[in-house]
């Protein structure tokens, strides 16, 4: 079956677009101060996952950072044409925690502002950088629902050495009271006595696409749906400038598989069907908001 538009699929794809220079995995070797110096790759990342999205017929969010939107307009511009939601990935990539709750306001809402001025779509998606909405943010959700964001997809309950929420809701729930604000969890599964992501980034990258599969298999007969996934477009640029000096983690972190992603993600493109967050995870807000 050919599916032709997103309200029809299963699951929701989600895309984090920033340049490889900016994560966190390298932020020891590279300064925010010095982003400029490095030319940016990501607008022929990006035309090669349009390309493959087409041609899977997929749908997808694309949480950007306004630091690329303001540098690249056309590629914002193409990603709307595309049919595709724009959400919001903050300004550059401070994690929330890392952020007083004024600072978050701040940074929330003018990426907001920026990324619906140059999009010309209104930004009503937010994920964080890096998952860092925790314990540490109890403010989080109601700084973006006074924003006027509808949802945001920022919790990722693993345990994990960067972001470490194991016991937070798995799914859809309204965190902020009196408030339609939805958060959206990517996806997990608990699996052989431990909780796993089948969300996507780098364990995707890092499975054989054989496991992927039966995890997020497992998901859809466990759970139902929809799942969401996520991805980089760094993670098919194989050709990135490798960056010297990193520890061991991090080395394997950033450059495991980069070569065989864009191959990995055509298949799980062609084996489940793909929409974006607002049509799929969201369909009766959107009707009550049309
Ligand atoms: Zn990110």
């Excluded at 998952?131 to 540490?136: A, G, K, L, N, P």
């Excluded at 997809?153 to 050495?161: A, F, R, T």
Aim: overall charge negative; proline content about 5%; charged content about 25%.
């Amino acid at each position: 079956m050919t599916l032709t538009h997103s309200k029809t699929a299963q699951h929701a794809m989600s895309v984090d677009v920033e340049d490889y220079f900016q994560v966190w995995a390298l932020s020891s070797k590279i300064s925010r101060a010095q982003w400029d110096d490095y030319p940016l790759r990501v607008e022929a990342n990006i035309d090669r996952i349009l390309a493959l999205f087409e041609k899977t017929n997929t749908k997808a969010t694309f949480f950007t950072l306004s630091w690329i939107a303001e540098r690249c307009p056309e590629m914002m511009r193409a990603i709307v044409a595309g049919g595709h939601e724009i959400g919001s990935h903050g300004v550059e990539h401070v994690k929330v925690f890392d952020q007083t709750k004024e600072e978050f306001r701040i940074d929330a809402g003018a990426a907001k502002a920026k990324l619906e001025d140059i999009c010309g779509v209104p930004v009503t998606g937010y994920r964080a950088a890096g998952f860092s909405i925790d314990e540490r943010t109890p403010w989080a959700f109601e700084v973006l629902a006074e924003l006027g964001y509808d949802y945001s997809s920022s919790l990722h309950p693993i345990e994990h050495d960067h972001y470490n929420m194991p016991d937070a809701p798995r799914f859809r729930h309204k965190p902020v009271a009196d408030s339609h604000f939805s958060e959206i969890p990517v996806a997990t599964v608990d699996a052989y006595g431990k909780r796993v992501s089948c969300a996507g980034g780098g364990w995707f990258r890092a499975s054989p696409y054989q496991w992927s599969k039966h995890l997020l298999n497992k998901f859809v007969k466990e759970d139902g749906g929809p799942a969401v996934f996520y991805f980089h477009p760094w993670e098919i640029d194989a050709g990135q400038p490798k960056v010297e000096g990193l520890s061991a983690k991090s080395r394997l972190r950033h450059y495991i598989n980069l070569n065989k992603m864009e191959n990995k993600l055509h298949r799980l493109l062609n084996d489940f069907s793909w929409g974006r967050i607002d049509e799929v995870c969201l369909p009766n807000d959107k009707q009550v908001a049309a």
